[in-house]
């Protein structure tokens, strides 16, 4: 169950996307590395968090419009959205 519910776009998430091959690939097209991953709740798409030097995530963000991703580290089990500046574990 994810919550809270007082954002739409998570209240949206019906079933979380994930993606397997833990990298960022802008991360790995420019030779850098990154800290955490997240992935696009839209796309499905995995990039590098905050804490990493690029911050693809949120570029991603901002370039799609794509509001909320999920955390693509082991043993992880939340969504942030950047719309709404909302956190909600799953």
Not at 21 to 42: M, P
Not at 46 to 64: E, G, I, P, Q, V
Request: proline share 4%; with cysteine.
């Amino acid at each position: 169950m994810i919550t809270p519910k007082t954002c739409p776009d998570l209240s949206n998430i019906t079933q979380v996307l994930s993606d397997d091959s833990y990298v960022c690939i802008e991360c790995i097209q420019t030779g850098d590395e990154w800290v955490h991953l997240r992935t696009c709740q839209t796309c499905g798409e995995t990039r590098c968090c905050d804490a990493s030097k690029n911050k693809h995530a949120t570029k991603h963000f901002h370039r799609s419009g794509h509001p909320v991703v999920a955390s693509a580290e082991p043993g992880e089990q939340w969504l942030w959205c950047y719309a709404h500046r909302q956190v909600a574990e799953w």
